[in-house]
């Protein structure tokens, strides 16, 4: 499975950005995808997931009510649309994706983007 991520960007404080994870395999709908997220000298960590049918989705506190994940998979797309950015929202988002495995433990993820930078300015 190969995963590119777009739509990275700078925003002020308080705006919205919505970040893609576009996937080559057929076999797309299949994967939970996740997005994770690394800022300067942090380690990664779990933002969001969407499992393989949609139907069931996780959020880390941190997003919860201001971030929402969405997958198209005739499009073989994720999405995460993300509102009211904060400060500490900038970092390099990464898509991934996990066969038989829903959950946040970035090592079950055997399947990694390249990252797009999401800047937030105050």
């Known amino acids: 499975v190969q995963l590119q991520a777009s739509g990275g960007g700078l925003v002020q404080t308080g705006g919205s950005l ?8 057929r076999t797309f709908s299949w994967y ?13 960590e ?5 499992k393989w ?14 971030f929402t994940i969405s997958r198209d998979n005739a499009k073989n ?4 649309q ?20 829903y959950g946040r433990d970035v090592a079950k993820y055997d399947y990694w983007g390249q990252g797009t930078l ?3 300015s105050s």
């Open 18 to 25: 919505r970040v893609s994870c576009a996937a080559s395999a």
């Open 32 to 44: 939970t995808i996740a997005w994770f997220r690394q800022a300067p000298g942090q380690e990664r």
């Open 46 to 50: 779990f933002v969001s997931s969407i």
């Open 53 to 66: 049918n949609g139907g069931n989705t996780d959020y880390t506190d941190s997003v919860r009510g201001r």
């Open 77 to 80: 797309t994720v999405y995460l």
């Open 82 to 101: 993300m509102n009211g950015l904060k400060l500490e929202d900038t970092a390099v988002y990464y898509c991934a994706a996990a066969g038989r495995y």
């Open 118 to 120: 999401v800047t937030v």
